[in-house]
């Protein structure tokens, strides 16, 4: 193997078995007075079959990767694995132990600060690890999001298209073995710095989720992601047994520029369109109702264009500028292709 082996204190990425250990992530202040806050890792190797890194807790507020992973670290044996699974459960560790998007010992957020800094705050360290250690190990990557104590999406895979035929090939065939209801494309120039702009520079395919959200679990989701994630492991060759027969139709949704619906008022959002609801332009998708000027009636909202309703907002509270809803462009079964793909 020519690839640099990563040096992270008490894993040989070389040995069979199971090994877990900790990031050594250097900071210390008043509360981390240890010098080190440790992020979760285990590596389970059963061959010289296919490498798959598989990350949770980006974000420290989305809960469902968090628990599956744990899960599987425990419930795999390494000889069912033809190849190596790394796997990071909680992998901004201060931002998991908050219960925040980001973390009050830099403010960061992971998902933006691609390729890092190895001599930077926590968030940077584990940046640099993710990007220069642990992507150039990787044959398949995947980051499993939801939408946080902020927002609620429909359960999806989410990915960004192409950037080559055989990279979106790759992405289309992982969104559907792992086969939870929606995959949401986005445009990859709205996250830079994100681990999935990351693996599409390095040639790794990637998919990451957004499975609900609201700060919790929803047990159904939970166990549709459990399913998809063996089903998925099966599909990129690394668990025999292969993947699940039982797949029902992915549906393709697309957030563009023209999908937010921004408040310009602050106040009391009230939706007025379910998760997953199909809307027709101009339909009214929420209100926001003022607090304390007791004659002003509520300001209403409309889709900007025909689509899905695939984000939600959660907290009622809103200020200027809060996103209130996210309408995406319904493709139905069928991905989106051709101008997809940049080349
Ligand atoms: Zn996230």
Redesign the pocket.
Known sequence: MSLRIPRIPGVDFLAAGKQLSYLEIEHSDNAHDAAVIPSPIAVLSGGTGPTVLLIAG??GD?YEGQILLQELIRSIDPDELTGRLIVLPALNIAAVREGR?VASVDGVNL?RALPGNAGGGPAEQIASIVAEDLIPLADFVMDI??G?IASEYVPSAFVYPGPTQELWAEKTAAVAAFNVPYSVVVKPMLKSGSISGAADRAGVPMISTELGGRGTVSLWILDRARKGLRSLLGHWGLLTGGPSPERSAVRWVELTSRSPVNSTMAGLFEPTVELGQCVTAGDIVARVHSVEELDRPPKEFFAPIDGVVAIVRHPAPVNVGTTLVNIAVDHGTNHPEGNYVTS
Request: hydrophobic share 0%.
């Open positions: 980006t974000h989305e998007r998902n999001h939801s946080g």
